[in-house]
């Protein structure tokens, strides 16, 4: 938890429909410990803070969610079920929203960090 706390930090609002289907796919990432537990208690009353790499982590979830061959997975976690629906329905459109929303950060951040190597 200590080397998370070193890490800069990045805020990046999430909030309704979108922060449903981040807490439906947020599940443990083993290279992003803790990651999980506090998606799931945050409420979307503020700017959620990532390390780059939770974020860059968490991209790579959605991204293998919304290729899934099956179809979009509706993942209810209490009982532990998963239901596929087309990718035309509304919760796989806004998780796309939420993934492009995420990975332009994350292509942001990136950017900036390259420059700022560059300019050392």
Known sequence: ?????????????????????????????????????????YHGDKPFQFTFEELRWLVSVLDAVL????????????????????????RCETCKQLYDRLNEEEDKIWDSQKGAHCDE
Not at 18 to 27: S, T
Not at 70 to 85: F, Q
């Open 67 to 90: 290729t899934d061959p099956n179809g979009y997975p509706c993942i209810e976690h209490d009982p532990w079920k998963v239901e596929y629906v087309p990718t035309s329905d509304e």
């Open 1 to 41: 938890m200590m080397e998370r706390q070193k890490q800069k930090q990045y805020g990046i609002l999430i909030s309704g429909d979108e922060l449903v289907e981040l807490k439906r796919h947020a599940y443990d990432i083993l290279e992003c410990p803790g990651l999980h537990k506090r998606i799931q208690k």
